[in-house]
């Protein structure tokens, strides 16, 4: 008999670590795919990526449900929409924060996200934080401040808030994730694309676009975001949601390093103080997270 999608995400440590690795690894290309194109805006880019993002999460989704698509869609309910609308805003905020500051400060703010999460969990589902952690969150929120500052002094605050609001909006859609964490969600999250492709559709001066730009949007869409939470959302099966967060964290360990190789991007001195302490933070913080044996920054 076949393998189903059920039987192949069987759980398993080993290929749960692949995925948050994989998955991780996939995201942390964005960077240098936002500089590649050559002249689409960014209104253009956010219609094509998030077409190239729904039809990526659809496909796997008719994949999953084995004839149940409609279904599965039907299934959708306010907190499906709510995760489709806030990821559809962070993918949005994850573009606009790329072209109006450098990769480094984007991918080190959003490296936040899982103390953002702990936080928004504390004051929204009432979860407990202990002291070392909120000590933790303080330290992070410092490296974020530096980091937030530089950007002010080289002209970049527009960028360094954008970046903000993506972890904002990533945290609340972590949060609602775990409100409906006993559904599959991958439907309402493919929605996230069609959100973002209909603020472009209305937003952006020109839908025309070259080959060479619409390549790279489809490839931003569907490789590097769709595979990517793709990745990150199976492998939360397979391992402690803290052990997620560690793995992943390539992504923000990475992106500075893709963009410097492939784009010649380098990072302030002031930039990379605030990303190693937030960093620093974000592997201590997910480290007494999984000694505790509780959830940090990802599917509970």
């Known amino acids: 008999m076949p393998a ?57 989704v008719c994949w999953r449900s084995r ?21 559809g805003v962070g993918l949005i905020a994850y573009v606009f924060a790329m072209l109006n500051t450098t990769v480094a400060n984007v991918t080190f703010v959003i490296g936040a996200s899982p103390l953002a999460t702990a936080l928004l969990a504390w004051l929204v589902l009432r979860e407990r934080i202990s002291l070392t952690s909120a000590a933790i969150l303080s ?9 937030v500052l530089e950007g002010v002094a080289a002209g970049r605050l527009k960028g360094n808030l954008i970046a903000l609001g993506a972890v904002v909006t990533y945290a609340i859609f972590i949060i609602l994730l775990r409100k409906a ?6 439907a309402a999250t493919s929605l996230a694309g069609l959100v973002a492709a209909a603020f472009g559709f209305f937003l952006a001066d ?24 793709t990745f990150v959302t199976y492998a939360s099966r397979h391992i402690p949601a803290a052990e997620v967060t560690l793995l992943t964290l390539t992504e923000t360990i990475l992106g500075p390093v893709w963009a410097w190789l492939v784009v010649g991007e380098v990072p302030s001195i002031w930039t990379l103080a605030g990303g190693a302490v937030v960093l620093s933070c974000v592997a201590l913080f997910a480290i007494l997270a999984l000694r505790e044996n509780r959830p940090v920054g990802g599917t509970a």
Do not use: K
């Not at 907190?79 to 990821?87: E, F, R, T, V």
């Not at 964490?181 to 991958?186: C, E, V, W």
């Not at 839908?207 to 990517?228: C, K, N, P, R």
């Open 4 to 60: 189903t999608g059920d039987q192949i995400f069987q759980p398993s440590h080993a290929l749960g670590v692949i995925l948050a690795l994989a998955g991780g690894t996939m995201l942390s290309f964005g960077g240098p795919i936002v500089r590649m194109f050559e002249e689409a805006d960014g209104w253009t880019v956010m219609f094509y990526r998030g077409l190239a993002f729904f039809a990526t999460l659809f496909a796997i």
């Open 181 to 186: 964490r006993n559904f599959d969600m991958l």
């Open 206 to 229: 020109t839908l025309a676009i070259s080959t060479h730009d619409l390549i790279v949007a489809i490839v931003f869409g569907s490789v590097q975001i769709g595979l990517g939470f």
């Open 139 to 147: 330290i992070a929120l410092l490296g974020v401040g530096i980091m």
């Open 67 to 87: 004839g149940r698509v409609i279904e599965r869609y039907r299934q959708i309910d306010r907190i499906g929409l709510a995760i489709a609308l806030c990821l």
